[in-house]
């Protein structure tokens, strides 16, 4: 029996073998991935919750989806209230992507801000730490900075930050 929506697949349950089902459901329709966009971006926080796991393995399948509505997540990320899975899962995505031009400037922004963030989960930080240094890769003048970042943290970091760090530093 196939389901109704997306939606009806988030409320079922939250499980690691839902969460596939839901992946596989999308597939490449970008009227499902939308559906998955409004429960991310929504009201209701455990649906968003539910949401932002599968969005975190979809998002770079759907990047001009995404790009749409690109303000509203950013705002969403900078919220230092939201939980923990949102925004670990929207960096998680945005390591796949490319982010257009006319929206670096403030990707970069929301980037560094939980990078620089030591309250932030080391698993949020790790994924925008990725995700700047593969937008340095279109703005090379970000480099010296993400360098200087990274060579001011490693002392301070252990664990899976000071590894991806040594990585990341290699990288630029």
Not at 59 to 74: I, S, T, V, Y
Not at 94 to 100: F, K
Not at 141 to 169: C, D, M, T, V
Request: negative net charge; charged residues 25%.
């Amino acid at each position: 029996m196939k389901p109704d929506s997306v939606m009806q697949l988030l409320r079922a349950q939250h499980s690691k073998p839902q969460t596939d089902k839901i992946i596989r459901y999308i597939g490449y329709d970008a009227d499902l991935f939308e559906e998955l966009l409004d429960a991310f971006l929504g009201p209701d926080a455990e649906m968003a919750r539910r949401a932002a796991w599968v969005y975190g393995y979809t998002a770079h399948l759907f990047p001009e989806n995404c790009f749409k509505r690109w303000g509203k997540l950013l705002s969403l990320m900078a919220d230092p209230v939201i939980h923990d899975a949102l925004k670990r899962n929207f960096f998680r995505a945005l390591e796949q992507m490319q982010v257009p031009e006319e929206l670096l400037g403030e990707t970069v922004q929301v980037c560094f801000d939980q990078l620089m963030n030591r309250q932030q989960a080391v698993a949020i930080r790790v994924f925008a730490m990725t995700c700047l240094t593969n937008m340095a890769q279109q703005i090379p003048e970000l480099k010296p900075e993400i360098r200087l970042l990274l060579e001011e943290e490693l002392p301070f970091s252990e664990g899976g930050f000071a590894s991806r760090a040594r990585k990341e530093l290699k990288r630029l």
